[in-house]
């Protein structure tokens, strides 16, 4: 824990408005009152942070010269356009040389954290920290405490924002036994419309420590799509918390890709605060050797007839360690709640192992709220219809696994970034045999 | 083309074929009639190779080979074809990328070269006019969200495709209205020829009007009671099944 007091101390103290500098000491005061959660807390049980909270991770101090990546470097490193209005992080540090800036409405302000500080310190100040609680969140507190740069979206009421918003983070060798803590506030008001990708990838296998933290206040009949791609390096450690409150018939739809990390926790907690709202959270990870991946989703039902839908899916192999843990809470006021939550799991070798726990708190009476969980191994009947018809024993397994992949890669609505990540599923499936 | 020699199959410890003998040669059509229960699908699914199967004694030798020793691909490569009675729904996979993977794979067997996507289409475009279906099909996951008629007809394309020389249909009418059995036995007879043969596994009679079989075998309890012509097929349906168990 001390090396964590000693990042705070390190922290440029320049340039920094007081409310910042006291939310930032309230959030430490607060982290060290936390401390690392263990396996006996219930929302980690089966995810134990040991490894982080033993390790030292210092700031990562970028070297003079910055990245000797290249734009080409960075497309070839993510998924999607490289069209899209990209904001690209090296080790934490924003990289304009790497950006690339698409035409977007001019009402639409997009801002590095350290530009937004100077040219909107005031949407700033009403927004930050306010959704991302710190005082019941271990790894939120420390990311306040410790924020440094990041990226802050404004959409005002009404704007329609066509071309996604990619946020690009790139961790390089530098990156060795660092921590970054990147941060996005997204205020979409009323009406609005916009598409944030966040992009995590790791180049050259360093063993560094990302704790990313998302804010975003969706207004009233306003749409949301957010999607998180985890590609960290193998030797990484990612835990990423995503904090949505809905507004009346909205819309927030986020998925989440995980195939990177030694060790990953992403946590998507949405509050449907108004009548009407909609939240569909859909995930999909691909895991093998000794990575470990945990998502943790809590939907809070705080208006009647809110819906949530969710589907995650895991294809595991090797000794690899899956966790979904599913909450919903559906207060007395959200009457017609309409909740669905599936999870399923695929695994590839009997060395993998799952852990699944749906949560369900009701406290409402005219609602529909379900859920399911399978965890397996591939279709019996299915497999030997494919050799049936000549297709050898190898080839059917490997059809089928993508096949259940594919199944959740459906949900996403950016075709350049779905075809990529079938792409990336079936190359791993067929050992990239034509499609 | 085909030699079954007291084939005794049995499915979770249960004996189900107690006895099969069957001789097939090409050019023929057989057809397998019998109750529920009698052990049809049984014997079309252990020549398949299903594992649900375990074959317990007797042989099948399939153009020399021993066919048991096969794998369910093997089989398939080597021309063996099965329509299933219950076509296997598998989302995710469109029928287009399935059916080129079935037929590369067998093209490869047969030291053929493969067909690349486009070549493939436009072998597709003739297929399936023969069983009169949409070229949409193709881009549908395999069989999923069809209808019973569309799985049916799924099989049959399946089949014109791959061009078996040894085709099993089990139970294929079951569930098709008169338009779809129509269709189905169209493509079926178009596919025959002198050096390839067709085993039609049916509860009913009605099918053999549409491709008339040259024998016409009775299955009860595990075993072949009867055979005789396409004429059995009609005592058959005049008569019932119980008439034979007396016999047997």
Redesign the interface.
């Known amino acids: 824990m001390a090396s964590w007091s000693e990042s705070f101390d390190a922290l440029p103290a320049g340039g920094v408005p007081s409310w910042l500098s006291t939310l930032r000491h309230s959030a430490l005061d607060r982290f060290q009152a936390l401390g690392f959660p263990t396996t006996r807390n219930e929302d980690w049980h089966f995810t134990s942070v040991t490894p982080i909270a033993e390790r030292t991770f210092k700031p990562v101090v970028p070297k003079a010269g910055a990245s000797s990546l290249s734009p080409n470097d960075v497309s070839a490193l993510v998924l999607g356009d490289p069209a899209w209005h990209r904001l690209v992080f090296v080790n934490g540090r924003f990289e304009p040389s790497l950006s690339a800036f698409a035409a977007l409405p001019a009402e639409v302000r997009v801002f590095t954290l350290v530009e937004a500080l100077r040219e909107a310190p005031e949407l700033l100040a009403e927004h930050l920290g306010k959704l991302a609680g710190y005082q019941e969140h271990t790894f939120t507190a420390l990311n306040t405490a410790l924020l440094q740069d990041g990226v802050v979206i404004h959409v005002p009421r009404g704007v329609v924002v066509d071309e996604p918003i990619h946020i690009v983070h790139v961790a390089d060798v530098q990156a060795e036994g660092g921590a970054i803590h990147p941060r996005l506030l997204a205020v979409v008001e009323a009406l609005a419309q916009v598409t944030i990708v966040e992009s995590y990838a790791g180049v050259g296998n360093p063993a560094y420590f990302t704790n990313a933290v998302a804010e975003l206040d969706v207004g009233n009949a306003a749409r949301v799509s957010h999607y998180k791609i985890q590609r960290e390096s193998a030797e990484a450690f990612h835990v990423a918390t995503a904090q949505v409150t809905q507004g009346r018939d909205s819309v927030y739809h986020a998925f989440s890709f995980a195939s990177g990390a030694a060790l990953s926790r992403t946590n998507i907690y949405t509050k449907l605060a108004g009548e009407g709202a909609e939240t569909r959270l859909n995930g999909l990870y691909m895991i093998d050797g000794s990575q470990h991946a945990d998502h943790q989703t809590f939907v809070e039902h705080l208006a009647p007839a809110c819906a949530s839908r969710e589907l995650y899916k895991g294809v595991l192999d090797g000794g690899s360690h899956g966790v979904f843990n599913g909450k919903v809470y559906v207060d007395p006021v959200a009457q017609k709640t309409d909740g669905k939550q599936t999870n399923h799991a695929l695994l590839l070798s009997d060395q993998a192992r799952v852990d699944t726990k749906p949560q369900l708190e009701i406290f409402a009476d005219d609602v529909k709220c379900t859920h399911g969980a399978t965890v397996g191994r591939l ?4 497999l ?10 190898e ?2 397994r490997a ?2 696994t ?6 959740v890669l459906e949900t996403i609505e950016l075709d350049t970034l779905r075809e990529g990540l079938e792409g990336l599923a079936f190359a791993r499936f067929t050992q990239g045999e034509q ?1 | 083309m085909l030699k079954i020699e007291n084939l005794h199959a049995s499915a979770g410890g249960k004996e189900i074929l107690r006895g099969v003998n069957l001789s097939v040669n090409a050019g023929e059509v057989h057809a397998i009639m019998g109750p529920n229960g009698s052990g049809k699908s049984t014997l079309a699914q252990a020549i398949a190779g299903h594992p649900g199967y375990e074959v317990t004694a007797g042989t099948i030798t399939y153009e020399g080979r021993n066919l048991l020793e096969m794998a369910p691909e093997a089989r398939a490569q080597a021309g063996v074809f099965l329509a299933f009675q219950y076509p296997v729904e598998i989302p995710g996979v469109t029928n287009a990328y399935f059916m080129r993977s079935a037929y590369n794979e067998v093209r490869k067997a047969r030291g053929e070269p493969e067909l690349d996507p486009i070549e493939f289409l436009e072998l597709m475009d003739q297929k399936l006019k023969l069983v009169d279906m949409d070229t949409s099909m193709l881009h549908r996951s395999v069989n999923a969200g069809f209808s019973g008629g569309e799985k049916k007809r799924n099989e049959i394309l399946q089949m014109a495709v791959l061009e078996p020389k040894l085709a099993i249909l089990d139970e294929t009418d079951s569930g098709l209205d008169i338009d779809a059995l129509r269709v189905v036995a169209e493509g079926v007879n178009k596919l025959r020829r002198a050096d390839r043969a067709t085993i039609v596994v049916t509860h009913y009679q009605r099918l053999l009007n549409y491709i008339v079989p040259d024998f016409v075998h009775v299955l009860a309890h595990g075993r072949i009671v009867k055979s005789g012509g396409k004429e059995l097929a009609l005592e058959l349906e005049a008569k019932g099944y119980d008439w034979i168990g007396e016999a047997a």
């Open positions: 279709d019996q009947a299915s030997f219809y494919m050799k049936s018809r000549g297709i050898g024993a080839h059917a059809l089928l993508y096949a259940f992949a594919a199944e499609r």
